[in-house]
């Protein structure tokens, strides 16, 4: 009988523990999960860490419970050293275990599957051919790694170069990630895009920032002496402070933009020959 009671005592106050943990993680640990929701694909990613999180829950709670339960109520008396039962087995306990751990598994990686081949699992760079392609008109920037700092290529503005990135609002931006040197990685975390950057690859990465912000770039991958300090903070404006940000940088780097390579998806990367 007595086992009867603990199984039922220990169920109740893991399902209690469970309801209580997992509305927090909806409210106050959700928000702190995942990018800001800078972008359509970040805010996609934020909710899906608190989706998993959420999966995570009733495990996490049951091995926290347990603990505590079994701390309490499972003590070895003072004094005694008892061996305890030689249990060889549980064919209902090991079936139920291996039956609901695989289920967990198995939906979540068809979860992750779904959400990365699906629309917004497009910022993560997935080499010159994507699967997922978002539709309609797309502006594109050339991001250009080298150590140790990106500069930003716009082949729809005259083949401009410029030190900073700076996106309209509600544009769907394609990025061409690409490198002159050593393997580097284009990290803006507000907008949700990772993307490795590789010489003579060009990696693609889609993003559409939904909010007037700024954020940050940083380099993710470690690239040479100066791996942490290539970092800079971008934009997104309005369209109409794009524009002019925009003209201003064409005016500025005029003699610049005419003696770089013509575009390219890639370049080869000799320092002189794309200092001209
Ligand atoms: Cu470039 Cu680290």
Redesign the pocket.
Known sequence: MDDVNHAQRFTILWAVSTVIAMVLVVTIIGPWLGPPHGSEGASSQADTMTVMALIATPVLMLVGVYLVYASIYFRQPKGGALEGPAVRGNARIQTTWIVITSLMVLSIAAYGSIELIGKYGVGSGSGPSPLTVPSGKKLRVQVI?Q??YFTYRWPQYGGVETPHLVLPVNAQVEFNVTSLDVI??FWAYQLGVKADANPYANNIAFVKPTKLQTFEVR??????IW?GA?FDHGKVVTQERFNSWMSEMQTKFAAATKVLPPFSLTYLPEPTRRGG
């Open positions: 790694a150590q140790w580097h990685s380099c993710s991958e470690l690239c040479g791996h290539m």
